[in-house]
């Protein structure tokens, strides 16, 4: 009778603990952040977190599901899965179904906001690592495994522009080309992929004036009447206010209405004034700790499809964090990317945490036993 022994990598360990501290962090900041946002946009200071606190509650049961599930199972679905992001990314276009706010047109409006984009950055890893995974090493087939497979993303990207969400769809891209790296995918066939998407790139940058100005708003921080730099002026008074240890939880005063998404998109600055430098720090290196174990769980998958997935979630979510960071401390423009377990949103927290699962899961791997081997 063949005997199958299961192993853990300590990787799992520490990813598990890391996802938990995050998240632990992320409810921490939520709450103290939204009281005076909810009193005053809701007339209720506990409305946005008591939904942080279900969407939480929901995100690790979709963290304990997916960690359960193997991941072979949902690359096998990863057709339907990438057919299933492009429909609802065109379904939240349509006016009266998807919901326009700010100018954006992302959301489906229930009892919760879900946003399809944030849906499709996990769909688009578990398709693309799937679709190498088939065919990786026949090279002569590679045109007709990355063909169809680049019209699908081509479409979702495309989706992903009309919405308009010009950050999330360059971030989708970054991971691919990760991938298409890691995949051992050739380069003149990368190439051939990033010269025309920088080419619809840079067309979509110009069709809209608002993007040029936040460039031009970055490269020009002298001009501190401007929408984009008042953001940051205020992220960085945000940052300083609180020096090395902080002003203490709660007594944050950017999050008042000067600093705007302070919630979402600022809620790094907010850390910082509330726990100072030291605050700042232990998130920073907690995003590093996951990227080092999110690494060593893809060098030590048991096969090509895991590395790949195992690459491309370490990547999305870690790549996330470094804009979120870059933008608060000025480093880059205004994106309008969250920080991931963090920033208040079901939609993203939920995907974080449901790539969280499967690279737990593919931490997991089978030692073969003898009776096995000389069978």
Do not use: C
Not at 187 to 216: D, Q
Not at 322 to 340: A, C, R
């Amino acid at each position: 009778k063949k005997i199958n022994f299961i192993k853990i990598n300590i990787e799992y360990y520490f990813i598990f603990i890391i996802t938990v501290l995050l998240l632990v962090v992320g409810m921490v900041m939520v709450s103290s952040v939204s009281m005076s946002f909810g009193e005053s946009h809701k007339s209720d200071a506990f409305y946005f977190i008591r939904r942080q606190m279900i969407w939480s509650a929901i995100s690790i049961v979709v963290l304990l599901v997916l960690n359960k599930i193997d991941y072979h199972k949902i690359a096998k679905i990863s057709n339907f899965l990438i057919l299933i992001a492009i429909g609802l990314l065109a379904l939240v276009l349509i006016p009266g179904i998807g919901v326009e706010i700010g100018g954006a047109r992302r959301w489906f409006v229930f009892v919760f906001s879900v946003q399809p984009s944030e849906l499709a950055k996990l769909i688009v890893i578990i398709y693309l690592s799937d679709i190498l995974n088939k065919k990786y090493r026949d090279i002569y087939k590679i045109k007709a495994i990355l063909f169809p497979a680049f019209v699908f993303l081509l479409i979702i990207t495309l989706l992903i522009f009309m919405e308009p969400d010009y950050s999330t769809a360059i971030i989708i891209w970054i991971v691919i080309f990760i991938i298409l790296f890691i995949g051992e995918v050739r380069f003149k066939h990368i190439a051939g992929i990033m010269t025309t998407w920088g080419i619809l790139a840079v067309g979509y940058l110009f069709l809209e004036s608002y993007r040029l100005e936040r460039i031009i708003a970055f490269l020009n921080h002298n001009s501190e009447t401007d929408g984009s730099n008042f953001q940051v002026n205020q992220s960085l008074i945000a940052l300083g206010s609180g020096n090395i240890y902080g002003l203490g939880l709660g007594n944050s005063m950017q999050k008042y209405s000067y600093l705007p998404e302070a919630n979402t998109d600022f809620i790094f600055s907010i850390i910082g004034e509330e726990f100072g430098l030291i605050g700042t720090l232990f998130v920073v290196m907690l995003f590093v700790l996951f990227a080092f174990f999110g690494i060593r769980i893809a060098m030590k998958a048991k096969d090509y499809l895991g590395r790949l997935i195992a690459v491309g979630i370490t990547s999305l979510i870690v790549i996330q964090a470094i804009m979120n960071i870059s933008v608060s401390t000025g480093l880059f423009p205004v994106t309008g990317i969250t920080l991931p377990f963090i920033s208040l949103g079901g939609s993203s927290l939920v995907t974080t945490m449901a790539g969280a699962g499967i690279l737990l899961n593919i931490s997991k791997y089978k030692i073969i036993s003898p009776l096995e081997e000389n069978e």
